[in-house]
């Protein structure tokens, strides 16, 4: 896709951080974008921003872990502006501890909304994405983590490393359909993701609160609009990956020299 003029966009999670860039990124370009959020108040206040500035968007309430509305949120994007270009599976959530301590709610939270959240998606919009026949680009917010395991991460690092292989596969699948891939995967950005449980449904909350602390990450904090920019290039210039910080170059260096050593290592 080399325009957003026109286009439509749908961002999940878009109201707040990362998703909330993106969606008045592509706003500023041209595209009419649908705001999907679980927390119905913030995507609404991110629509109306970007329409309080000439451009065109919805807002509509969505819990990413449930197909249902994610099948009622492509209804309403296609009821709205018609088609679907660029679909940013972006919501995403997370949980601080040792692997040993998680609940079953804890995956079942975080993996509702990081990973079936992308395939719902992927359920609710593709079929319609090729059968319109325009050239189309499908955003899955992964994240380091799921090219890198970080400690006290593994309920997360397990939903991530998931998306990144969602998404490589994806974008050879989609090739025929003129429909690009990129996976997104930032180290720290200055957003609300430590406060993640703010919008942990009630069912899915442990009796118990956690003990643990959000775990320090390395390297520089982003904020979201760089982000942001770096993932409408990657759309443009339909790249797979978007590593935003060049610190992730050497554990991602280090990782793959442990996994070339298991190699030799098996023949020894
Ligand atoms: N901030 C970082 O450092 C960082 C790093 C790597 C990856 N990420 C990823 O970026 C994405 C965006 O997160 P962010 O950092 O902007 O955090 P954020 O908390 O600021 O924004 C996440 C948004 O997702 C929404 N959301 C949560 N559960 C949802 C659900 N079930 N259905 C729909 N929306 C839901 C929240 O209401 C919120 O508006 C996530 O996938 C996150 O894992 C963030």
Redesign the pocket.
Known sequence: MDSFDGRVAVV????????RALVEAMARQGAKVVV????ER?ANEVAAGVTAGGGRAVGVA????DLKQVEALAERAYAAFGAVHVLCN?????VWGGLEAMTHRDWQWVL???LW?VIHGLEAFLPRMIAGREPGHIVN?????GLIATQGLGV?NTS?YAVVGLSETLAKDLRPYNIGVTVLC????A???R??AR?RPEHLKNDREPVSEPVQ?IGRTLV?DAVAGMVLAAIRANRLYVITHEEGLEPLRRRFERLERAVSDARS
């Open positions: 999940t999670g878009g109201g707040s951080g990362i998703g999907a959020d679980i927390d913030a969505t819990d990413v872990s972006n919501a995403g959530v997370s509702g909304v990081n959240g917010t992964a994240s380091m983590a997360y991530k930032p180290m720290g950005v957003t609300r993701i406060q993640s919008n990450l979201p």
